[in-house]
């Protein structure tokens, strides 16, 4: 490695300083280009050392950017995502025929001469003033790889794209002087091992390993003689020289760099004619970058893995840090995306669905306690084409979901038992629940202002039959929407928001719910992700946990790995044990006997709670076990389509219900994600069923049940689809209670009245 003279001679900076001043022809051959007058270089004769050493010398070398592998819980990949598709690695695993074969071709007296080759810039000089063009350069791969640094600190701006590729005799002298910063620092394997590293080979292929993948589907430890010959020769002109669009132009360079080898005696002539008659012997593997080549269906899992990276400060403090931390790759992310449970989630959704069908449907699950999301799926795959789309309907809209989230229906009555429970209101609380009736009022508020029905809004049930009084226990099984509304405005709207805000339940656009009645009845968008993880906080007998996807991260950056710090699920108490106890032994009566009786698991434990909105727009089911919760929503992203007189997965429905098609997604997505697993029990309350003076009543409710069997005989989904006027789907109305807006979940909010569970 040089170093500086003892003695007070001259240092290698200086020589090479001297060579620039003394000589009118060395910038002008540096950059490879028409010689310009002496003035041009701004260094001449007298003052070459001074100015020359004034240049600064410090090259700013930024970890080179390399693609991301997003893993699942098991460690198997999902998918890679990159801005550049590179994979750095040692010289040591680098074939021998790849190192000779660049040096060949590109600096054949890379180990004989300094950060400049004197001898090449004669030659080169003599070679462009006899052809009267520049048809030779004399840059040392040194030079070239201070010019790749340059290129790759860049990155995707064009600007300084330009700026670090501009052909001028400044750049030039500059990166001569770093590349003798690089030669005195680094030594020659190690700028080979960076200059094959960093070297873009074409086809998105950054560095020799992703170019060895690329066009042969190989490390490039294992690279033969003609294969590195072959991408030694890209490097001139990755697009001239592709193998993949023009072999025969690629073929002609590969042979002159064999011709090259055997020229410096790297390999025998004999080896080089042999080499240069075989094949090019591609096994091209296509670019695979990106959520949207993710394997398991998981491209809107890992599309939130994005998201949760790009938006939580643990990353960096600003989303342009994080997005530059992401950006640079060389990041192993190791998720909590469980094989088993994500395979059957999205079998669940076929099985019932059709992609060409004219709703969609979308299913999360959660793990109880910890907040894992083991599952994300849907049946409008991730793409651009024709019933394909790029928005999550499982995650807020921040999150790449839906602007609003999708109106729950009924699935939001849990959330008011439990807010009841908790003010201390008995398991057996009966109202009287009419078949129909305006909004209770006045109904007291957080801010202390009570809410008024102006408008004399009415809330009827789903049929006719039914009519109170009931206790909770039932109104929850056959989901009386008469009931909830009274319950309501019994302990006002206050508890209701606290409960929601305990279980983190907001609208998909992310802003709080609204405090209006109609909202018991889940007249607002509300993500399935979101519903999941709240229902979850049952299952764990009261305890709130966020969703988390990532459970740990190694950055490579260069050769060295290191561990970030990744988001922690944060678990808090949205209720007594008490409560979520007693939630669980009424939605579990829910799929024994109620209105989620087709969706009911019989091999475990199990609750949950059917959902349909106003004219079928959006039906759900969402329900848990003691150790999986599960939101399946089907219905139109763009709200426009009214589940009536439908065909849904080859199916035919005069009406569409909560328990009808979502519940029996929920049921086939939870029982193949828990097949093999424990099958805990839930901590049951006793409610006491009515009292033995209400036996009387046997006879009518029997005649309610036979009635709503004649209405939805094969559905078993009695009572769920009560309606309140049209919460969701806009109009020309002034507003329902509270001045609620309807309106495309999609597109915007509406200005329309009222809605429906």
């Not at 060895?212 to 001239?240: C, M, T, W």
């Not at 005696?265 to 240069?276: F, M, N, V, Y």
């Not at 802003?511 to 992700?529: C, F, H, I, Q, W």
Request: proline share 5%; aromatic share 6%; hydrophobic share 35%.
């Amino acid at each position: 490695m040089p170093k500086k003279r003892s003695g007070g001679g001259l240092s290698p900076t200086q020589q090479a300083a001297k060579f620039l001043g003394v000589s009118v022809l060395a910038g002008a051959v540096l950059a490879g280009i028409a010689l310009p007058a002496v003035g041009a270089l701004g260094l001449a004769a007298k003052g070459s050392v001074e100015g020359f050493d004034a240049l600064p010398a410090n090259l700013k070398t930024p970890p080179l950017s390399q693609r991301t592998t997003i893993l699942d819980a098991e460690g198997g990949t999902i998918a890679t995502v990159y801005s550049r598709d590179r994979t750095v690695v040692d010289l040591k695993d680098i074939s021998p025929y790849m190192q000779k074969a660049i040096v060949a071709i590109e600096d054949s007296r890379f180990y004989e001469h300094g950060a400049i080759d004197l001898k090449g810039v004669l030659r080169a000089l003599n070679k462009n003033a006899r052809s009267g063009e520049v048809s030779e350069g004399a840059s040392t791969l040194t030079q070239q790889y201070v010019k790749n640094v340059f290129v790759e600190e860049a990155g995707d701006d064009p600007t300084k794209v330009a700026q670090a590729t501009q052909q001028t005799i400044g750049r030039k002298i500059q990166e001569l002087k770093l590349a003798i910063q690089v030669e005195e620092e680094l030594g020659k394997k190690k700028i080979l091992e960076n200059y094959l590293n960093i070297t873009f080979f074409g086809q998105q292929a950054y560095g020799v390993e992703a170019a060895s993948q690329r066009y042969f589907s190989k490390h490039a430890k294992d690279l033969n003689v003609q294969e590195a010959a072959l991408l030694a020769g890209i490097v001139q002109s990755p697009s001239r020289y592709d193998p993949v669009n023009d072999e025969a132009e690629a073929t002609k360079r590969r042979n002159v760099v064999l011709n090259r080898m055997a020229q410096v005696g790297d390999i025998s002539t004999a080896e080089a004619e042999k080499a240069k008659k075989a094949p090019l012997g591609l096994k091209v593997s296509k670019p695979k970058n990106g959520c949207i080549t993710a394997v398991k269906n998981a491209s809107f899992f890992c599309d939130y893995v994005r998201e949760v990276f790009l938006s939580d400060k643990v990353f960096g403090k600003t989303r342009k840090d994080r997005a530059k931390v992401w950006n640079q790759g060389g990041l192993t992310i190791r998720t909590t995306l469980d094989p088993q449970a994500q395979a059957s989630v999205q079998q669940s959704l076929k099985d019932h669905v059709n992609q060409s069908d004219s709703v969609a449907a979308a299913s999360t699950l959660v793990e109880p306690g910890t907040g894992k999301v083991l599952a994300m799926g849907q049946t409008k795959p991730y793409g651009y084409g024709k019933n394909e789309t790029e928005i999550n309907y499982s995650v807020d809209h921040g999150m790449g979901g839906s602007n609003y989230g999708f109106p729950t229906g009924s699935t939001f009555k849990p959330f008011v038992a439990a807010a009841a429970l908790e003010e201390g209101r008995p398991a057996t609380q009966e109202y009287s629940s009419p078949y129909e009736m305006p909004y209770p009022e006045p109904v007291q508020t957080c801010s202390g202002k009570p809410w008024m029905n102006t408008a004399g809004e009415k809330v009827p049930n789903e049929s006719e039959s039914e009519v109170g009084p009931y206790r909770l226990k039932e109104a929850m099984a056959l989901s009386v929407n008469t009931y909830f509304v009274q319950m309501v405005a019994d302990i006002g709207l206050c508890p209701v928001m606290k409960m929601t805000d305990a279980l983190h339940v907001v609208q998909g656009s992310g802003d709080k719910l609204p405090e209006v009645p109609a909202v018991s009845l889940g007249s607002k968008g509300v993500a399935p992700l979101t519903m999941a993880s709240a229902y979850a906080a049952f299952a764990s007998r009261g305890m709130y946990c966020t969703p988390i996807v990532i459970e740990s991260i190694t950055q490579k950056i260069g050769n060295k790995q290191k561990s970030l710090d990744v988001p922690k699920s944060t678990c808090s108490r949205a209720m007594s044990e008490k409560t979520a106890d007693t939630v669980n032994t009424l939605l579990q009566g829910v799929v024994d006997s109620g209105t989620g009786k087709a969706a009911g698991l019989t091999d475990r434990a199990n609750a949950g709670k059917t959902g349909t909105t106003d004219e079928r727009k959006n039906a759900w089911f969402v329900g848990y076990t003691p150790n999986l919760s599960g939101a399946v929503w089907v219905g139109s992203a763009s709200q426009q389509v009214q589940m009536k007189n439908i065909t849904i997965g080859g199916q035919y429905h005069e009406l569409v219900f909560g328990g009808a098609v979502p519940g029996p997604i929920w049921k086939d997505a939870m029982t193949g994600a828990l097949a093999g697993k424990d099958s805990p029990s839930f901590n049951l309350v006793n409610i006491p069923d009515e009292d033995k003076d209400k036996d009387k009543n046997k006879d009518k409710d029997k005649d309610k049940d036979k009635d709503r069997d004649k209405e939805k005989p094969d559905d078993g989904n009695n009572g769920d689809d009560g309606f309140i006027g049209g919460l969701t789907d806009g109009g020309t109305g002034d507003g329902g209670p509270g001045g609620f807006p309807g309106g495309n979940l999609i597109q915007g909010p509406g200005n329309g009245p009222g809605g429906r569970r």
